[in-house]
């Protein structure tokens, strides 16, 4: 089978089916640890509403949790779609799109999560602190996760990157 040729250039001797298949099992590690955590935090939420203090909340506390778990849930939907669109789609010879939809699906679930996280934490801080310091805390942690999940990243993007490869197997410069 002939290697593609912007591959041998970029230090990898893979056809594009060998490329879909690395970077599937790379999506897979990514999503294992993502899908841990989005477990633990729904099912920390699914439990909050059967405590004994979950019939003291205000309305708007109320409101929170129930914007709070329909976003956990998203997430959990989002970030576990790459398998059911793996699972349908396998056998198809459609495994580069299937690596592309399910890393869309990914960073949808990030973002979810990233919601998910902001609206947990303003329920537990909006029970313990005054309001406003409750939502510049939130802010402030929304601040820390959008440094380590996007802006770090596209700073060692733009710092190290001179060329990469597409999705399509194109050589783009910089």
């Not at 060998?18 to 999506?27: K, P, Q, S, T, V």
């Not at 294992?32 to 405590?51: C, D, E, H, N, S």
């Not at 778990?69 to 580069?96: D, E, Q």
């Amino acid at each position: 089978m002939e290697r593609a040729e912007d591959d041998r250039d970029h230090g990898r001797d893979e056809t594009p089916e060998e490329r879909a298949d690395r970077r599937w099992n790379e999506l897979l590690q990514e999503l294992r640890v993502a899908q841990t955590g989005v477990q633990i935090l729904f099912g920390f939420l699914l439990a909050v509403a059967f405590q004994p203090r979950f019939a003291e909340l205000s309305t708007t506390d109320r409101n929170i949790y129930l914007v709070t778990v329909m976003l956990g849930a998203a997430t959990t939907g989002a970030l576990i779609g790459p398998v059911s669109f793996h699972r349908l789609l396998t056998g198809r010879k459609l495994k580069p799109e299937t690596v592309r939809w399910a890393s869309h699906l990914t960073v949808v679930g990030l973002v979810l999560l990233l919601c998910t996280m902001a609206s947990t934490l303003l329920l537990i801080l909006r029970l313990v602190l005054d309001d406003t310091l409750a939502l510049w805390l939130v802010a402030g942690m929304m601040a820390w996760f959008l440094a380590c999940w996007l802006a770090l990243p596209l700073w060692a993007r733009a710092r190290y990157a001179t060329e990469f490869v597409d999705q399509q197997g194109e050589t783009t410069q910089k």
